[in-house]
């Protein structure tokens, strides 16, 4: 009997209509929570004059404010240790994480029972439309102690009944081990491990990475998987089928995924979450439509500890599409990179993993790395953007390569770029998320 393509059929192929209909109900209870439990959200709709009846139907959720990161840290801050914006009982607690962030202090984000349920159901349903299966044997080659999608992939692939072998991070000789003595068919890490990991294997075994036999990446935590070039070239590496999944250490583990049909990340959290694309300059809610693209934004449906009203992610999004073969009825997206990280050339916005894109696609005469030197703090730069990028091995008219580099970067980011090509194997790999800008200032 062949597999069931869905974890959850009534709700991954219910119609648009029908889920918004499920959100609208869930989005009121989670709104009478809010004002009855939430110290946080009773000051910021006191402030906003906004009461219970303002919300009635599902598009009335504009008319409430925005939560950033920012008021969580200093929440955090001020009430010590998991904020004012804690809304159950600390004794409910039953797991705290952390997200890392990139501005310094860690925050910590806490699970009441229910919440966890929440998580591993979500996350679960994200691994499966991703292909994973009871039968897989997933090697976990990613963080697994605060990190948040660490001890959830442990509860998701176990629920799915697959097998979860816990190796984390910076261990490539037991990971290797694990996937030989398993005959490990599927491994979950992050794209640039994935790249670190076959290079790492060619070194130390002498051995093609495909020859390990696994069948299915599961990558996440930074784009790239999704990104055309670098998937063909690990796809090739590995010879197995590449996915990405997305997700945000406030809100939940891994919200979006792509099936197999590989094509954008589907929406898994109908029940959960419910995302909102913006304008990130003005906040005005876009269409979520092919073709559109801004920041993501979560409010979640059903949490206890930490609930969010409108959390902005600072993810820059692509619509991608709003259906698909597979029969999964959720929009797909690609995340293009995040705000933070974006760089601005003479008023054009680039993010480095779309330089990385274009590079990448000159495999195989180059090895698809990269790293954008930066004379001055971002997000400026002066034109032209330094890039420095391995070419492979044996590639004979260097001078040709680098031009024609330029002149695609010209032609497909409108950004003058000066590409200065270093032998394979000069650029520095990372085990963890990957670096795609280097400071010289
Ligand atoms: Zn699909």
Redesign the pocket.
């Known amino acids: 009997m062949p597999l069931a393509p869905y974890l959850d059929r009534r709700i991954e192929t219910a119609s648009p209509r029908s889920v918004q209909k499920l959100q609208e109900v869930q989005l009121g209870k989670q709104l009478n929570y809010l004002f009855a439990r939430s110290v946080f959200y009773q000051e910021k709709f006191r402030t906003a004059r906004l009461q219970r009846k303002h919300f009635r139907k599902l598009k009335d959720i504009e008319r409430f404010p925005f939560t950033t990161k920012e008021e969580l840290r200093e929440s955090q801050a001020a009430h010590p240790p998991l904020g004012k914006h804690i809304a159950a009982d600390i004794d409910d607690v039953i797991r705290v994480h952390s997200s890392t962030g990139t501005t310094g202090k860690p925050s910590l984000v806490g699970l009441t029972r229910r919440d966890s349920r929440m998580w591993t159901r979500l996350t679960a349903r994200s691994f499966y439309?991703q292909g994973a299966r009871k039968p897989d044997i997933v090697i976990h080659a990613a963080g697994l102690t605060l990190f948040v999608a660490g001890l959830s992939s442990k509860d998701a692939i176990e629920h799915i009944g697959a097998m979860f072998v816990p190796v984390g991070t910076g261990a490539s000789e037991k990971a290797l081990m694990a996937i030989q003595m398993l005959k490990a068919t599927a491994m979950h890490c992050t794209p640039s491990y994935a790249a670190y990991f076959a290079d790492w294997v060619r070194r130390e075994t002498k051995m093609e990475p495909r020859e390990l036999g696994l069948k299915k990446l599961f990558c996440g935590a930074e784009p790239g998987a999704g990104i055309p070039a670098v998937r063909a070239k690990l796809q090739e590496d590995w010879g197995a089928r590449v996915t990405e999944g997305l997700g945000n250490a406030d809100m939940a583990p891994i919200i979006f995924s792509e099936?197999p049909?590989q094509?954008g990340m589907?929406f898994n959290g109908q029940e959960f979450v419910l995302p909102e694309i913006i304008d990130p300059d003005n906040g005005n809610v876009l269409p979520i439509e092919t073709g559109v693209s801004g920041e993501l934004v979560y409010t979640s449906l059903q949490r206890e500890c930490v609930p969010l009203l409108r959390f902005r992610t600072r993810d820059r999004v692509e619509v991608l599409g709003t259906s698909?073969?597979?029969?999964?009825t959720s929009f797909?997206l690609r995340c293009i990179g995040r705000t933070d990280d974006m760089l601005i050339v003479l008023g054009v916005n680039v993010f480095p993993s779309a330089v990385k894109d274009v590079v990448s696609s000159f495999h195989p005469r180059t090895t698809g790395e990269i790293q954008i030197v930066l004379d001055q703090p971002p997000p400026k730069v002066t034109p032209p953007m330094k890039i420095t990028a391995e070419h492979a091995g044996g590639v004979s008219n260097l001078d040709g390569l680098k031009h024609e580099i330029e002149q695609k970067i010209k032609s497909t980011l409108t950004v003058a770029a000066t590409v200065t090509l270093v032998p394979p194997g000069t650029l520095p790999r990372y085990e963890m998320k990957g670096q795609l800008v280097k400071k010289a200032y």
Do not use: L, V, Y
Request: charged share 25%.
């Open positions: 439309t099936c049909e094509s589907h698909c073969p597979c029969g999964r797909k």
